[in-house]
Structures are given as C-alpha cells and as structure tokens.
C-alpha cells in the first residue's frame, strides 16, 4: 500500500510541476515570438547586407581578374611570336 501511495504522491508531484511547468512554457512562448520576430528583423538586415557585400566584391573581383586578362594577353601573343622568330619553343 505504500508503495502505492508513493507513487500517486510522485505523479501529483509530477502533475503539479507540469502545471507549473506549461505557465512558464507559455511565458517563454511569448518572450520567444517578441525575440524571434526582433531577430527575423535584425537578420533580415544582416543577411542583405553581406550578400550585397559578398556579391559586390565577387563582381571587383572578377572585374579585375577581366581587364588584367585583357591588358597582359597582348604581352602573352608579343613574346610568343618573338620566341618563334628567333627558333626558340
């Protein structure tokens, strides 16, 4: 029989705590939906900001990467049609 009535006081036990437990759930939903939807802003923001960032030195990058290719190609031909006319490989 005791051991019966211990496990009934550990179930109301258990049962209060839960009670307790589903009040304080309900107040962190609250405080998490105020933070999540401060943060969605926040990150929102953020996320432009390094993808802008991101993107716009992806296209300097590859910009440079252009003209220089440009600029030395006819240096790359010059020396090349000089080694042939000399005979060397």
């Not at 900001?49 to 790359?76: A, H, N, Q």
């Not at 010059?78 to 006319?85: A, L, T």
Request: aromatic letters at 16%; charged letters at 40%.
């Amino acid at each position: 029989m005791t051991k019966y009535f211990f496990l009934i006081n550990v179930m109301q036990c258990n049962a209060l705590h839960l009670d307790k437990d589903k009040e304080k759930d309900k107040e962190r939903d609250k405080e998490r939906e105020k933070n999540k939807k401060n943060y969605d802003n926040e990150r929102k923001g953020k996320i432009k900001e390094v993808s802008y960032d991101f993107f716009r030195e992806f296209i300097l990058t590859m910009g440079l990467i252009f003209w220089l290719s440009i600029l030395f190609f006819p240096v790359y031909i010059y020396r090349k049609i000089r080694r042939y006319k000399h005979g060397k490989r």
